[in-house]
């Protein structure tokens, strides 16, 4: 899960702790990671104070150097993930049927600033295990690719990440169409809203589940 950025439209405010309905945006997110049955860990990728109590098992890290860009996230999160020790989903959380063989293959990448994304997870697996050769499965709002909500294949991720690596010597500002560009990817229309993203505090109002924006007084 990306984490970090510098959040200029909210006023610097950190978005993994903006409030929606009393709870942090982050806490939203992770909920609904829990919710869907899918996933066994989670790579929270930003600074060490977004973490936040987590329903699932939770690995935390920083790109190098910090504010790298959402690409240079994914690889911090993707090599955090690749390195730790297997992990079990907490008890009371029940994993769907397919997760055993979903999850080792399959990465997902969702951003803290969607506090509904998760709702789409689903969908977005089984579009993608309906379609064995492509590299990954995004949601699509407005006609618009969300490459920053999607689940992809590990070995395509990683394979892409090397590659751009190496023809750019660093992945700090390397932007996300030129590392995902080139896949194959399933389309999962988003037709509930659950891709709306919070840039700004006025995309928090349209949420309509506003409690502490924690904005300045007007």
Do not use: N
């Not at 994993?95 to 977005?124: H, I």
């Amino acid at each position: 899960m990306l984490a970090g950025g510098r959040a200029r439209r909210l006023d610097g405010a950190a978005k993994p702790h903006v409030l929606l309905d009393g709870r942090e945006l982050l806490a939203h997110v992770l909920d609904g990671l829990a919710a869907s049955g899918l996933v066994r860990r989670v790579a929270v990728v930003g600074p060490p104070d977004v973490a936040v109590p987590s329903p699932v098992p939770l690995v935390q890290v920083q790109e190098d150097p910090p504010f790298g860009g959402p690409v240079a996230g994914i690889a911090a999160g993707l090599a955090v993930l690749d390195t730790a020790g297997p992990a079990r989903a907490p008890q009371g959380t029940p994993l769907r049927a397919d997760a055993a063989r979903s999850v080792g293959d399959l990465v997902a990448v969702v951003a803290c600033d969607v506090p509904g994304g998760a709702r789409l997870l689903p969908a977005l697996v089984d579009a993608l295990q309906g379609a064995p050769a492509a590299d990954g499965a995004c949601a699509r709002a407005e006609g618009r690719d969300q490459w920053l909500l999607a689940v992809y294949r590990r070995a395509a991720l990683a394979d892409a990440l090397g590659a751009l690596a190496t023809e750019r010597g660093e992945l700090t500002g390397a932007s996300v169409r030129g590392l995902v560009g080139g896949f194959d990817l399933v389309r999962v229309d988003d037709v509930t809203g659950a891709s709306a993203d919070v840039d700004t505090w006025a995309d928090l109002d349209a949420l309509h589940r506003p409690s502490d924006k924690r904005r300045p007084s007007d």
